[in-house]
């Protein structure tokens, strides 16, 4: 396995058969593993779930194109993680700083929600990705599903960190920071607002400094 998947990965038959629809739908969309998106030697990663149909699947780069992103890349822009202007597509000039953003299953998966059989099929990019940052120290696990897959990928189990927001624990060298998925239906609930988010990654940039080697 390599940190990336090739574009046209054939390891989740239902994901395949999903993208290959998508391409014929929308010819002009990436349709492919979404392929992480940031700085090589990243401090911070931040896992996701999945690429939405309509976002990284559409686009290409994570959490862009779809209205997950908006709230996320102004919270990383405001806690010094990226500069630039957020503006929903790839060419847009926003970068990342000290940070990486990868997801813990690749491809869209229908309805939003992989399978567990796909989530274990994905886990070795996952793996690799979390050893091919090497000066990594802190991950933000968006939702429940990206937390248990990256305590899977780092060898615990998914009891090894408890479920909630705002939850932290120390995983061997790193330190995981759990927050409620940025998804639109949490942010227009109220369920995760901007301040929460914000803490989030306030307490991400906190253990980065606390740790500075
Ligand atoms: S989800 Fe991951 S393992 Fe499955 S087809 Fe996509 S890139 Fe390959």
């Known amino acids: 396995m390599t940190p990336e998947p090739p574009r046209d990965c054939p390891l989740c038959p239902r994901l395949v058969a999903y993208r290959e629809e998508n391409r014929r739908q929308n010819p002009d969309w990436f349709n492919g593993p979404a392929p992480s998106f940031g700085d090589p030697d990243a401090r911070l990663l931040v896992a996701g779930l999945a690429p939405g149909r309509t976002g990284a699947n559409r686009t290409g780069r994570p959490f862009?194109?779809?209205?997950?992103?908006?709230?996320?890349?102004?919270?990383?822009?405001?806690?010094?993680?990226?500069?630039?202007?957020?503006?929903?597509?790839?060419?847009?000039?926003?970068?990342?700083v000290d940070c990486m953003i990868t997801?813990?299953?690749?491809?869209?998966?229908?309805?939003?929600?992989?399978?567990?059989?796909?989530?274990?099929?994905?886990?070795p990019f996952l793996i690799d990705r979390l050893t091919a940052l090497p000066r990594l120290k802190v991950i933000v696990t968006l939702g429940d599903v990206s937390r248990k897959s990256v305590l899977k990928a780092l060898g615990v189990p998914a009891s090894a960190m408890a479920a909630g927001h705002g939850v932290e624990a120390k995983v061997g060298?790193?330190?995981?920071?759990?927050?409620?998925?940025?998804?639109?239906?949490?942010?227009?609930t109220g369920r995760l607002t901007p301040e929460m988010f914000e803490a989030i990654f306030a307490r991400a940039r906190a253990a980065i400094e606390a740790d500075p080697v």
């Open 64 to 96: 862009t194109g779809d209205g997950a992103g908006w709230i996320l890349y102004q919270t990383l822009t405001k806690t010094g993680f990226a500069t630039g202007v957020y503006d929903a597509r790839p060419g847009d000039g926003l970068q990342l």
């Open 103 to 123: 997801n813990a299953v690749r491809c869209a998966p229908p309805l939003n929600k992989p399978l567990p059989i796909e989530e274990k099929t994905c886990r």
């Open 173 to 188: 060298p790193y330190t995981l920071i759990n927050s409620y998925h940025c998804s639109r239906l949490n942010t227009n």
